[in-house]
C-alpha cells in the first residue's frame, strides 16, 4: 500500500488527509508546514506523523502532495528538486495550475498531477466533509492520474480527467461561484437604492435566485432562460439601459451579460429576429 506525505497543514491539505487518505488505497503518512504546529494539528486528526523537513517527507513516502497557496508552490517544487525524489508521485491542489509546473521532473523520473475539488474548503477543522459531494478534476501524468483515480473512486466520488488549460477550467469555475456574487451585489445595491433594507432585498430576491440557478443546472441555458432579452422586449432593455446611463459599471456588465443571453434566445428560437435587440445594446 502506497504512502502519501502532504505539504501544508491548511484546510486543503489537512482536509484532504482526514477526508481522502486515512482510509483506501493511499494511506497518510503524515505532514510538514512551515509551522510544526499546523503539521502537528494534521498529524492529530489522522493519526500520523509530524515531519520536520521535507527531506524526511519524501524518505518516507511514495507520493507528495503539495497543499500550498498556488504562489508557493514553484518554490517548493524548487526545494523538492534538491532531494533524492527518483520515482515518486508529486501532486499538487491548485486549481489554475496544471502538473507541467513541475519542471525538469523527466529527469529525476517523478510522475506529476494536478488534484483539484471544484468547491471551497471553508475549514481545517470540518472542511473534509464538504469532500463527500464534491466533483474532482485531475490531470497529469498517467501513473500519477491512476493512483489518484483509484483514491477518488474507492470513495466513490465523481471526477473528470482534464487536459489542457487549467486556467480556462478555473475561470469557470470562478464565473459560477465568485462573479454570481458580483451579479447579485449589483441587484442587492439597486434594490436598497429604491428603499430595501439590504438584508430584507437578499431574502427578496432568493426565491428567484435560487430557482432560476437550480433551473439552469438541471436543464441547460436555453432552456432555463426567460425574461425580457429572450422575449426581444426591446422597449424593457431600453429602460434597463437608460437607468444605468450615469453608472458606466454596472451599464457595461449588463450589456455584456444581455449580448451572452441573446446568443443563447437566438439558439432557444432561430425564427425569432434579435437585430433590433443587438443595435440597442451597442448604442446604435
Known sequence: MKSVGIIGAGKVGVSFGIGLFSEGPLRIGGFYSKTETSAAYGAERTGSKVYKTPEELVEDNDVVLIAAPDDAIEKIWRQLLQLNIHDKIVCHTAGSLSSSLFFDRTTKDVYAASLHPMLAIS?????????????F?????????????DVLEYHKLRYKIISGDKARYHLATSLISNSVIALGK?????????GFEEKEAREAL??????????????GAEKALTGPVERGDASTIERHLDSLKDDEKRRELYVAAAKILVDIARDKHPDRPYDDMIRLLEGE
Open 137 to 149: 478534476t485531475l490531470e497529469g501524468d498517467p501513473e500519477a492520474v491512476e493512483i489518484l483515480s
Open 123 to 135: 475549514s481545517r477543522e470540518e472542511g473534509y466533509k464538504s469532500l463527500d459531494g464534491a466533483f
Open 186 to 194: 449589483v441587484a442587492v445595491d439597486l434594490m436598497t437604492e429604491i
Open 206 to 219: 432568493a426565491p428567484l435566485a435560487e430557482k432560476n440557478l437550480a433551473s439552469f443546472l438541471e436543464k
